[in-house]
């Protein structure tokens, strides 16, 4: 006899090989039999992978396939494309197939129904101890593998290995589920009861911050949007749904912890999918499981006596200038722009606070491990070389012999040698004897020195076998050192711009460069001839890599994306894009299965290379203050909502900026008083106030960014309007106040007519992203500077390009009109401030004083006095009528902004410490220091739960107090 079920007989213990009775698991059917089964139903047509993603979606099941045969044959006459294409990422489930799954999961037991929960929520395959952690009201093991067996025999959950998860069907099915469950239980909650009506929201995690990053972002998009957009239809306003969510907050307060469980974490995640501020709200004494609160800021929140397990927070670091992986895969580490060394343990969670080594003043440019991963070498803005002992952390040389920038740094296969580069065009090879030199000798012994022709030297890579050193730079050459003499034998010519980065490939027959001009270039090394251009970038190349096997080249670039280059096709294979900011690092892992990239907006992601997918990220936090601007006098703001408003008397007593966190903050200089804010989405380079002072305008990092322009008087946005494809680099007032221009990373710039808040044009030319913008004093003139090194004088009226003035040899990053003379003045990056002739746009004037970037220059109201500012820490002034530096001012970070005073009385500079200083001309002294608060700034953690004492320390110095610890 023979019978067949959905489920195993119960009586499965006399069943066997041997025994009277026997089984056979029925499993799906390949792509090729479900061909073979439709084709009875009708005619189909579709490529390959079409009949393989529909086989997938229904894990082979006959029933299903048939079922959406139908669909397909009825409304796309058999075309599997089209129907693919027309369900997208929606449900696959139809009613036949809803109602068989509805009556299967109906039948089950509540823990039963855990589990397939559970399963659902995980998306990828999960151990026992997974799902047992998870578990909110724990199951015993024994019955937990009753339960999971049941399932299995009842085909509703699959076995891989050591590990279970469910068809995609089932799966969908489970999801939507979970969706409406929870969906509905919000609606239906009256404030009063046992908790049970709220079951869902408490008992399963709607998103989980251990899981892997694409995993987490598919629990975002399938569960937790779903559910926001169902209360967005249900209540309309985010005012609404906060209102609510927050009442069924307080309510868990008067029900067992063990019970509200993911409960509140899970409201937490809906208010941030929200862009609902969470500043002063209380959690105290709650379970926060799961929470997502990286990259939040969470001023003066209440998790006092709260269970912080599994939830996320902000690192502490800035931009991440540089990557490196251990040769054997036990460590990473990361180099950043506070100057600090994040050293992670590839063997422990990754979840894990890193250990943080302060490596330099200043930005640290460059780290490389040492091929036995004892030995981390670093280098930074401060010009110092620095050698680490990686166990510990401790510094065993400290190399001072470079004047300037260390660009990049390099270890030679076998261990002995190191290289550094710098600002000034010098390479220097190091001796690393680790038992001897890096112990007994502090300072290091310097074993040869090369000399290019004075351009700063970016990068630096050793060849296998140690004999050559290959080193790219800003003359736009690629050059192959003889290691030994000292001597030049190859210069590869190519590149019409200058080279951030070179590598070599692990077989040394080939080197990698990129930089300037957007393309990576394949070198042969023993030739010189460059084998391909490989393109797609659209912006700078920041850093590449080989992989360990030579086969591929990754590369990050200012454009924000990631890249995989195929040595085999010649062909882009693989592309990300996860970053809001230029990704200004990569690396490989030791095994090559994993990429590490790294870049400006704080962000380090990791990503699986087999499945092309983000497994991991960490969001860092260091407040840089990119803007800063005066109230024009006459003109204070009526939105101070402190008691004291009546003491705001003089306007030129308020200084306005911009930060990471997106809110505009007025201060009253006086007495530090933040007297006024204005929000916009997402981290804000550039503001400017209008000249009457009545209006601001803002504009952020976002992909596509926007501008904002808000009235001064009350601080409410009066108008928002769409900017560029990326970030806003500069705003301005034309001094007219009739319109309004700004520049981003898309390369061009945009005028605005105002009150129409049209587009009245848009200037292309620049070659790369363009990052500063002003009106002339007539309003006849626009100037902007670019990263391709050039400012373009456009006459305003016509928008026709009068000058493109050349001299700078690296990016322009401020551009300044004299008020009365017609004089304009350039920033750049190779260190100089240049001063050109309107009329003719000759350069009549380089100033030389600054020691690295200079990021800013303003001219004083009354014209007497050039203000600049840069990386070396330094503001100088500068007196016009002789262009000779009158004084030279000592910052307490690197100089990002400056800004005088209405009478030209104070001076106001902003940097990358999060802290703004006041300075009195005439005197050079600086009077006052405004600092923004920090992320967690008044977060009280007093007696919080799991939290290691490094995660308690790291929140600690991002603002949080715990009085008592």
């Known amino acids: 006899a023979m019978s067949s079920s959905r489920q195993m007989p119960q009586e499965a213990s006399s069943q066997g090989l041997l025994l009277p009775a026997r089984s056979l698991i029925v499993t799906g059917l390949s792509y090729a039999e479900s061909q073979t089964l439709l084709t009875g139903i009708g005619k189909f047509t579709g490529a390959t992978q079409d009949w393989q993603v529909l086989n997938d979606r229904y894990a082979g099941n006959p029933l299903a396939l048939k079922i959406s045969a139908l669909f397909a044959q009825e409304f796309f006459s058999g075309n599997l494309s089209q129907f693919l294409e027309f369900l997208g990422q929606s449900s696959f489930i139809f009613d036949d197939i809803r109602d068989l799954l509805e009556r299967q999961f109906q039948r089950l037991s509540e823990p039963e129904k855990a589990v397939m929960i559970w399963l659902a929520i995980a998306r990828e395959p999960?151990?026992?101890?997974?799902?047992?952690?998870?578990?909110?009201?724990?199951?015993?093991?024994?019955?937990?593998?009753?339960?999971?067996?049941?399932?299995?025999?009842?085909?509703?959950?699959?076995?891989?290995?050591?590990?279970?998860?469910?068809?995609?069907?089932?799966?969908?099915?489970?999801?939507?589920?979970?969706?409406e469950q929870v969906s509905q239980q919000i609606f239906d909650w009256q404030g009063e009861g046992s908790g049970t009506e709220i079951n869902m929201l408490c008992q399963y995690a709607l998103i989980q911050m251990q899981a892997k990053e694409y995993v987490r972002e598919t629990q975002i998009r399938l569960i937790l949007q779903p559910i926001v957009e169902a209360l967005i239809t249900r209540y309309g306003h985010v005012s609404t749904i906060e209102q609510r969510l927050k009442q069924i907050l307080q309510a868990m307060r008067r029900l067992s912890p063990s019970w509200v469980s993911y409960g509140p974490g899970n409201?937490?995640?809906?208010?941030?999918?929200?862009?609902?501020?969470?500043?002063?709200?209380?959690?105290?004494?709650?379970?926060?499981?799961?929470?997502?609160?990286?990259?939040?800021?969470?001023?003066?929140?209440?998790?006092?006596?709260?269970?912080?397990?599994?939830?996320?927070?902000?690192?502490?670091?800035?931009?991440?200038?540089?990557?490196?992986?251990?040769?054997?895969?036990?460590?990473?580490?990361?180099?950043?722009?506070?100057?600090?060394?994040?050293?992670?343990?590839?063997?422990?969670?990754?979840?894990?606070?890193?250990?943080?080594?302060?490596?330099?003043?200043?930005?640290?440019?460059?780290?490389?491990?040492?091929?036995?991963?004892?030995?981390?070498?670093?280098?930074?803005?401060?010009?110092?070389?620095?050698?680490?002992e990686v166990s510990t952390g401790r510094c065993l040389q400290t190399l001072t012999d470079h004047a300037r920038i260390i660009w990049d740094v390099a270890f030679s296969a076998d261990g002995k040698w190191f290289?550094?580069?710098?600002?000034?065009?010098?390479?220097?090879?190091?001796?690393?004897?680790?038992?001897?030199?890096?112990?007994?000798?502090?300072?290091?012994?310097?074993?040869?020195?090369?000399?290019?022709?004075?351009?700063?030297?970016?990068?630096?890579?050793?060849?296998?076998?140690?004999?050559?050193?290959?080193?790219?730079?800003?003359?736009?050459?690629?050059?192959?050192?003889?290691?030994?003499?000292?001597?030049?034998?190859?210069?590869?010519?190519?590149?019409?711009?200058a080279v951030w980065s070179v590598d070599v490939s692990s077989d040394g027959r080939h080197i990698a460069s990129g930089g300037n001009d957007q393309g990576v270039k394949l070198w042969d090394l023993q030739s010189g001839d460059c084998l391909q251009t490989f393109e797609g970038h659209t912006l700078q190349i920041w850093s590449l890599a080989f992989s360990p096997d030579g086969q591929t080249i990754a590369s990050g670039s200012m454009d924000q994306t990631v890249r995989l280059w195929s040595l085999e096709t010649g062909q882009c294979a693989a592309y990300f894009r996860c970053h809001s900011n230029m990704v200004m690092c990569v690396a490989f892992s030791a095994d090559g299965k994993i990429l590490s990239g790294g870049g400006m907006d704080r962000l380090i992601q990791q990503w699986d290379l087999v499945n092309r997918a983000c497994i991991r990220s960490w969001t860092g936090y260091q407040n840089t203050i990119w803007s800063v601007a005066f109230l024009p006098e006459k003109n204070a703001p009526e939105n101070d909502s402190s008691e004291n408003k009546s003491s705001l008397t003089q306007s030129s007593d308020i200084v306005i900026n911009s930060s990471l966190d997106g809110i505009i903050r007025l201060w009253q200089i006086s007495d530090n008083r933040c007297v006024g804010k204005m929000k916009h989405p997402l981290e804000v380079h550039a503001i400017a106030v209008s000249p009457d002072g009545q209006r601001l305008v803002s504009g952020n990092l976002g992909n596509p960014s926007t501008l904002k322009i808000w009235d001064m008087q009350t601080g409410t946005c009066l108008h928002t309007l769409p900017a560029h494809l990326r970030k806003v680099n500069a705003v301005c007032f034309s001094p007219s106040g009739s319109r309004i221009a700004s520049v981003g990373d898309d390369k061009t710039v945009q005028v605005f007519h105002l009150p129409s808040n049209?587009?009245?044009?848009?200037?292309?030319?620049?070659?790369?992203?363009?990052?500063?913008?002003?009106?002339?004093?007539?309003?006849?003139?626009?100037?902007?500077?670019?990263?391709?090194?050039?400012?373009?004088?456009?006459?305003?009226?016509?928008?026709?390009?009068?000058?493109?003035?050349?001299?700078?040899?690296?990016?322009?990053?401020?551009?300044?009109?004299?008020?009365?003379?017609?004089?304009?003045?350039?920033?750049?990056?190779?260190?100089?401030?240049?001063?050109?002739?309107?009329?003719?746009?000759?350069?009549?004037?380089?100033?030389?004083?600054?020691?690295?970037?200079?990021?800013?220059?303003?001219?004083s109201r009354d014209g007497q006095l050039l203000a600049t500012g840069g990386y070396d820490q330094t503001i100088r002034l500068w007196e016009v009528a002789t262009w000779e530096c009158q004084m030279v001012l000592q910052a307490n970070s690197l100089v990002h902004a400056l800004a005088f005073s209405p009478d030209s009385q104070m001076l106001v500079s902003g940097g990358d410490n999060g802290t703004m200083q006041v300075w009195e001309v005439a005197t050079g002294h600086c009077v006052n220091v405004i600092k923004l608060p920090e992320p967690y700034a008044g977060m009280n953690i007093q007696g919080a739960r799991g939290l290691t004492p490094t995660q308690r320390t790291v929140l600690m110095s991002l603002g949080a107090v715990s009085d008592g610890f």
Not at 133 to 162: F, N, S
Not at 767 to 795: C, H, M, N, Y
């Open 758 to 859: 049209c587009i009245e044009q848009c200037l292309k030319g620049h070659e790369a992203a363009v990052w500063s913008i002003k009106f002339s004093p007539d309003e006849a003139l626009i100037a902007s500077g670019s990263f391709d090194q050039t400012t373009r004088v456009w006459d305003a009226a016509s928008g026709q390009c009068l000058h493109i003035l050349a001299g700078h040899t690296n990016a322009l990053t401020n551009t300044v009109f004299h008020p009365h003379l017609p004089i304009l003045a350039t920033a750049s990056s190779d260190a100089t401030v240049k001063l050109w002739a309107l009329e003719t746009g000759a350069c009549d004037r380089t100033l030389h004083a600054h020691g690295s970037v200079v990021m800013d220059l303003q001219f």
């Open 267 to 388: 409201l937490i995640n809906i208010l941030r999918h929200l862009d609902v501020d969470l500043s002063g709200s209380d959690f105290s004494g709650l379970p926060i499981w799961q929470a997502d609160l990286q990259g939040l800021t969470l001023y003066d929140v209440n998790f006092s006596e709260s269970d912080l397990s599994k939830s996320r927070f902000s690192q502490v670091f800035g931009w991440i200038n540089a990557i490196a992986f251990s040769r054997d895969g036990r460590y990473w580490a990361t180099g950043d722009s506070a100057g600090l060394i994040h050293l992670w343990s590839c063997e422990s969670d990754q979840s894990q606070t890193p250990t943080v080594i302060t490596g330099h003043q200043g930005h640290a440019w460059a780290i490389a491990f040492s091929p036995d991963s004892h030995l981390l070498v670093s280098g930074g803005l401060d010009g110092v070389v620095k050698l680490w």
């Open 419 to 497: 290289a550094s580069c710098d600002d000034v065009g010098l390479i220097k090879i190091w001796e690393c004897d680790r038992a001897v030199g890096a112990i007994s000798d502090p300072h290091g012994r310097c074993v040869q020195t090369l000399t290019t022709n004075a351009s700063p030297v970016r990068s630096v890579a050793f060849t296998p076998d140690k004999r050559y050193l290959v080193s790219g730079g800003e003359d736009c050459q690629v050059r192959l050192w003889d290691v030994l003499s000292g001597e030049c034998l190859t210069v590869f010519e190519g590149h019409t711009h």
């Open 126 to 179: 999960i151990t026992l101890q997974q799902l047992r952690d998870d578990l909110v009201h724990t199951i015993a093991p024994h019955e937990l593998l009753q339960v999971l067996v049941a399932l299995c025999h009842r085909a509703l959950v699959e076995r891989q290995d050591t590990q279970f998860t469910q068809q995609p069907v089932v799966m969908e099915y489970i999801t939507h589920y979970v969706v």
